[in-house]
């Protein structure tokens, strides 16, 4: 048995290596193209271009390891069947499920490691590559600027800017807009709207530099609301300082996405949004009873005590650890900084603003962008109403919570449906292979296309269906695989009866029997 066994294996690991590094290298093809567009020409290391590469390697790893077992099922065992070799074994008294044991067993240990790729090394690199695009982007600012968006540069340059085209080659701008926040002692706030400009790295290589023409710029100080100062100029120059820095990655304070995190980090994110979901229902409740008990001239009822936040114990207190290590692994604080070709660079320019030239002092009419954004608004009187902010607040808070539970649930089980999609592959395929033997590599490639599609069709609507708060996520995630692996053992156990008997030649024998049949 155990012969038999090593045999049916190395019957399918060629397939199975072979299928992983087809499928994997078919949806590489298909993520590059963005990757180049995105960092191609813009002078950037080779190396990290590389690196960018192999961090979506394990997102993609995750999906072909399911389908190359599918794969290898579906022409291991359409080979045996060829051969003769399975009518051999069930002969000798070997029934179908013991030769599917070896493929089971095998299965078995591509989906541990499958749920090791999805739960650990996925999110991780995830995480890193999203913090090294994010410090390409910081140290390219060009890169990081998006037409007919609001440009946030960093935090502590104080400037948000908005153009309606942007070249990414040139540098050029159309129909400008800057909100400048920066912070200064008479806490001026200035908004520039321009007809066009460009943008470079000045000459130390830190600062980017705004050469802007045809424009106005509002000036207005909280301290003095009636009074507004417009400058108009013909050429304008600002220089956002600091800009670019060494080429780090840091893994604190920014926020991570459900597609960055662990099983166990996953958990622990369920029990922080269901206390903010219940925290803003009971605050949402006392602000209802509050304007029922204004309106109706009763005597207010009591706000109930401030809740701090709770610590939330961690989840998998024994697997955390190897979390930890595997995360410093994958998670270096800092990468060795890049030195990329310089972007349209202006060597000559002072690193001041060149004078503006004063327009007539008339009366101005503020456009609507700067009415919005320079005028504060009126103040209104007090009242006991609850006031209409807290209370949208609460609404989104509350919204925003039940929609992190929902997607937390849905890639939770995820991480544990798509490893254990293996088994019901290899069923299937098995009985497949077994119905076809004479299939060949035309069965191979319709077999695992179409029953693959199918199960990442349901599971792609289930999670639709799931995120969207119609169904139990952990119900609607394990449909697929509970439907494909019925099918699976319900088609095995016909196998096991039929073998022996009348055996098919291949699909296209079958489909050509049918034709003369319909001919007769």
Known sequence: ??????????????????????????????????LIDRFGGKGIEFRTMVECVLLIAPSLTALTLPMAVLVSVL?????????????????????????????????????????????????????????????????????????????????????????????????????????????????????????????AESVNGKDLVLTLHSGVIYEFQPNEPGRLQQINFVHNRVVVRDVQNDLSLSTSGRFRSEREMTGCELLDQLDEQRWTAGHTRAESEYYTRNDLHTLAGLPLPMRPAEQPRPRFREHCAAYRRFESWFNGLMLPQKLAAETPAQNPTQTNLP????????????PVVLPPAAQQFLVPPPGQAATALTPLFNVQNDEFLAKQARSAILLYQVEYHQKFAVPLACFCFVLIGMALALKYPGGGIGLVIAGSLVIFLGFYIMLQGGKAVAQAGYVNPAIVMYVPLLLFTAIGIGAVNSAN????????????DQLIDLFRGQQD
């Open 75 to 199: 022409y291991g065992y359409s080979q045996l069947a060829a051969n003769l070799e399975m009518v051999a074994m069930y002969a000798n008294g070997i029934s179908v499920w013991r030769m599917a044991r070896p493929a089971l067993v095998g299965a078995a240990v591509v989906a541990v490691v499958n749920f090791f790729v999805f739960d650990q090394l996925m999110p991780r690199s995830n995480v890193r590559f999203l913090n090294l695009s994010t410090a390409v982007a910081q140290k390219l600012p060009t890169l990081a600027l998006r037409q007919q968006v609001l440009n946030v540069l960093p935090a502590r340059t104080g400037y948000i800017l908005r153009a309606d085209a942007i070249d990414q080659e040139t540098g050029g701008m159309r129909r400008v807009t800057i909100f400048d926040l920066t912070d200064n002692a008479e806490q001026v706030r200035r908004l520039i709207l321009a007809d066009s400009g460009t943008m």
């Open 497 to 508: 009866r039929e073998m022996g008997t009348a055996r098919s030649g291949g699909i296209l």
């Open 1 to 34: 048995m155990r012969l038999i066994s090593r045999h049916i294996l190395r019957t399918l690991v060629a397939p199975f290596i072979w299928g992983v590094a087809a499928l994997t290298g078919l949806l590489l093809l298909n993520a590059l193209p963005p």
């Open 351 to 362: 690193q001041v603003a060149t004078p503006v030239v004063p327009g007539p002092q008339n």
